[in-house]
């Protein structure tokens, strides 16, 4: 998987200079494909499985009776835009309360034939007072019908995590590696009869337990 690894990480890295140079008009292509928003209090809708499970991030909650002209208004708020297809295409938050002039975190995302989805995280200022700054990219992609991979470049820093999947079409484990982290992690997935996750172990620690 190392060789994987770092061919994948040459490719973003590769990329990198081409999309910093074009992310301004990538960003408002993504707005003029919204066909409609969702809102939250914090992250909620994502491309990647059980994202917030491995994280350990509390799950926001959607906030409703929000209008397009207030999803700048409270750093909370995070606003999820979705295509014609019901895709997820982009994420934004303001970094502060009623102030857009200190910018906004924005995600935009590119879903692929194969499913496979470029996601590119930058600060962007929607009144133009700052250059815009690309964060990181990253791909979630098929290896092949059990092994996905979910990789991330910034600068000198990277991650790297491996989706695992067992004959059922279930996660089965996901091995987790950073440029921060000497040793790989591994999270082991179990099911309870319904199928549903009931808890993620690394070793002989419950990292995440559902709540009954």
């Given amino acids: 998987m190392n060789s994987i ?6 490719e973003l890295l590769d990329k990198w200079s081409e999309v910093e140079q074009n992310i301004d008009s ?3 292509t993504k707005l003029s494909e919204v066909s409609y928003w969702k809102y939250a209090s914090d992250e909620y809708f994502t491309h990647l499985p059980y994202f917030h499970e491995i994280n350990k991030f509390k799950k926001g909650r959607i906030l409703k009776n929000i209008t397009k002209s207030e999803r700048f208004s409270k750093r909370m708020i995070h606003s999820f835009g979705f ?6 295409i982009i994420m934004q938050y303001p970094q502060a309360d009623n ?3 200190l910018g906004t975190g924005t995600q935009i995302y590119t879903i692929n034939p194969d499913k496979s989805v470029n996601a590119y995280v930058a ?8 250059p815009t700054k690309l964060l990181s990219i990253s791909i979630f992609k098929p290896l092949d ?3 996905w991979v979910d990789v991330s470049v910034n600068g000198i820093n ?20 950073n440029s921060d982290v000497e040793s790989p992690l591994c999270y082991n997935f179990f099911y309870d009869n319904e199928e549903k996750l009931e808890k993620i172990m690394i070793d002989e620690i419950i990292w995440w337990k559902r709540r009954k």
């Avoid at 690894?5 to 040459?10: N, Q």
């Avoid at 295509?83 to 997820?88: G, W």
């Avoid at 600060?123 to 700052?130: I, L, Q, S, T, V």
């Fill in 123 to 130: 600060r962007w200022y929607p009144e133009n007072n700052f």
């Fill in 5 to 10: 690894e770092h061919e994948i990480r040459k």
């Fill in 145 to 147: 019908d059990r092994n």
């Fill in 83 to 88: 295509n014609e297809l019901d895709e997820l």
């Fill in 99 to 101: 102030d857009i002039k």
């Fill in 158 to 177: 990277w991650s790297f995590m491996n989706y695992i999947y067992n004959d059922s079409d279930r996660i089965e484990k996901v091995v987790s590696c």
């Fill in 26 to 28: 990538m960003i408002t």
